[in-house]
């Protein structure tokens, strides 16, 4: 499973997902009932006002992008809210001019024009401010909003109210904090991917890494907290904007082609997918370019482009699941989520949504899922290496065991004894004794092989009855029993004499007793004693055993010290010439 760390950062994620909704919500504004469209029609220093049949006062906007969009902020509207307005606030789009007219009852009094060029007050969110004219005896407001290239400009107008230079316009400062916060989540999973491909040097990685640092630079652009970090203009905020909506898709695309392994995905359909990404990159690349005739097509393709790319995406995941690919969930969760951050987008730019809230916090809320389903299917795929890798080491285990155990007795065999001497050595076993069958050829001369082959078996269940002695056969009638604890040489005598009892016990047919010879060498702790040395002084006491009239231990305990280096007698010799000089 998923370790805690990273449940825990999920959580965090989504918290702020959670959280951004309690917070979005924007400073009082005066929002206005009536909007119109019209053809340009010039006059001196603004568009000619629409004629009152024009008027549509029942909170819509009437067209995306005509030639002029007009809002009014109606008398009503000043006296429902009591506000004292400074600014004109609403969302990025390009446009031509604005211009802000001061309405009375007679009609209007005075105006003030802004160009793209002269924005230069970005405010919480992804939004501008302009200041309003001398507002003095005004008892409305008309915006007149000249060639706009998106409905938001009209749809999410405000106006705020700013008295003094640190109040927050557009989103409150809360917002903005909860927005720092998920990016800094965001961050987080970034920095354990990039450990887990440093690890794994898997692909999958390295797209979601790019995956969800777009994202953040989305949200970043999106929320307008780029503009508390750097100083850009309309337009260049504008071209960042649409080619952050852009690139997701295509790392996304790349992290999904990479996540499932090739024949999860029909070809047809992995080449398919790769010419929509394409198709659908250059195509919003070119509709992002400031080019007039590219006015009213922009918001639309923004909506339409994205949807061949997630249904293709998605039925591509929907083919891997069906294949059995239960991984590729995650995928379909993360994609649906994507999709449904772009559809919050599309209901925005087309401003089907007259103010901040719900659609806002619905795209923040899906493109933060997007991103944590996409931290989940790496550490979700990444677990299921270990698995993998876990049962892989078992196997090798369990074949290790296989060529370290003696296929006759089932006990370790010589390859287990030099491979484990200095592990068993260093878990305190410091004896080691050398056991041989007395005359154990007769026993297969006389009585067979087979006869031969159970004495060998009940040998090997007698030293494993000692459960701090590991028994090792060498070959033929050999084995080699090492040992820990305390009564070395009682027990060592009492496995030995023990070999004799569970064979007449247990083998039929023998009719006369089998003995056992023992070398037993100890080598306390703290020696340098290594195998050679003491299988060598166990094997010669075996043999003394042997020559003795067998059926018998011999026993030594010794201590084994390494010699010097030649450097450390050179100083030795040269601190006792100073010794005795002095």
């Not at 309405?103 to 009094?109: E, F, I, K, V, Y």
């Not at 949200?219 to 649409?242: A, K, P, R, V």
């Not at 923040?364 to 698995?387: E, P």
């Amino acid at each position: 499973m998923v370790g805690w760390p990273y449940r825990f950062l999920a959580a965090l994620m989504l918290l702020g997902a959670l959280l951004v909704p309690q917070t979005a919500a924007a400073a009082p504004a005066v929002r206005a009932s009536c909007f119109a469209a019209t053809g340009l029609v010039q006059t001196v220093d603004h568009p000619r006002l629409p004629a009152r049949a024009d008027w549509i006062c029942n909170g819509r906007n009437p067209q995306n992008t005509p030639q002029v969009s007009w809002v009014f902020f109606t008398p009503d509207d000043f006296a429902n809210k009591g506000l004292k307005p400074s600014h004109f606030v609403t969302d990025i789009a390009r446009f031509d001019r604005i211009s802000l007219i001061v309405m009375d009852a007679s009609g209007p009094l005075r105006s003030r024009t802004y160009s793209m060029e002269d924005v230069g007050h970005f405010v919480n969110g992804p939004k501008f401010a302009l200041p309003l004219p001398d507002m003095q005896g005004a008892t409305g407001l008309v915006v007149a909003i000249e060639k706009p290239w998106s409905g938001v400009i009209a749809s999410r107008a405000s106006l705020q109210v700013q008295q003094t230079p640190t109040d927050a316009l557009g989103w409150s400062d809360d917002a903005m904090l909860a927005i720092a916060l998920l990016l800094g989540m965001m961050l987080t999973p970034l920095l354990y991917h990039a450990v887990f491909h440093r690890i794994l040097r898997e692909g999958y990685v390295l797209w979601q890494i790019a995956s969800a640092t777009s994202i953040i630079a989305l949200i970043t652009i999106h929320s307008g907290l780029i503009h508390h970090l750097i100083g850009i203009g309309m337009e260049t905020t504008i071209q960042l904007s649409m080619l952050a909506l852009m690139v997701p898709m295509v790392f996304s695309s790349g992290f999904l082609l990479s996540y499932l392994e090739v024949e999860a995905i029909p070809e047809g359909m992995r080449k398919l997918l790769k010419s929509v990404v394409i198709a659908a990159g250059l195509t919003l690349t070119f509709i992002a370019l400031p080019l007039a005739f590219l006015r009213p097509l922009t918001a639309i393709a923004f909506l339409l482009i994205p949807i061949p790319l997630a249904a293709v995406a998605i039925a591509s995941a929907a083919m891997a699941i069906r294949s059995g690919r239960r991984i590729a969930w995650a995928q379909l969760c993360s994609w649906a989520a994507l999709s449904l951050a772009y559809l919050f987008n599309a209901v925005r730019g087309f401003g089907l949504v007259m103010g901040d809230g719900w659609v806002d916090v619905g795209f923040v809320g899906a493109i933060t899922l997007h991103v944590a389903v996409g931290v989940f299917a790496v550490l979700y795929r990444v677990d299921i290496m270990r698995k993998e890798r876990e049962r892989v080491n078992a196997r090798l285990d369990a074949l290790t065991n296989l060529i370290d155990l003696d296929p006759l007795t089932g006990i370790f065999n010589r390859r287990a004894f030099e491979q484990r001497f200095v592990e068993l050595r260093s878990d305190g076993f410091h004896a080691l004794a050398v056991v041989d069958l007395d005359h154990f050829k007769r026993i297969n001369d006389k009585f067979g092989h087979a006869t031969g082959d159970r004495v060998l078996q009940e040998v090997a269940a007698v030293l494993a009855g000692d459960k701090d002695a590991i028994g090792f056969r060498m070959g033929g009638e050999e084995f080699v029993v090492m040992m820990r604890g305390s009564q070395i040489q009682q027990r060592a005598e009492q496995l030995r004499r023990a070999i004799t009892i569970r064979i007449a016990n247990e083998v039929e047919g023998i009719d006369a007793p089998v003995t056992a010879s023992m070398g037993l060498i100890e080598s306390p702790p703290g020696g340098a004693s290594s195998m050679r040395q003491l299988y060598s002084h166990a094997d010669r006491l075996l043999y003394e055993a042997k020559y003795s009239g067998r059926n018998r231990l011999i026993s030594e305990r010794i201590q084994i010290f390494e010699p010097p280096s030649r450097e450390r007698r050179m100083k030795d010799r040269r601190n006792a010439d100073r010794r005795a000089e002095g």
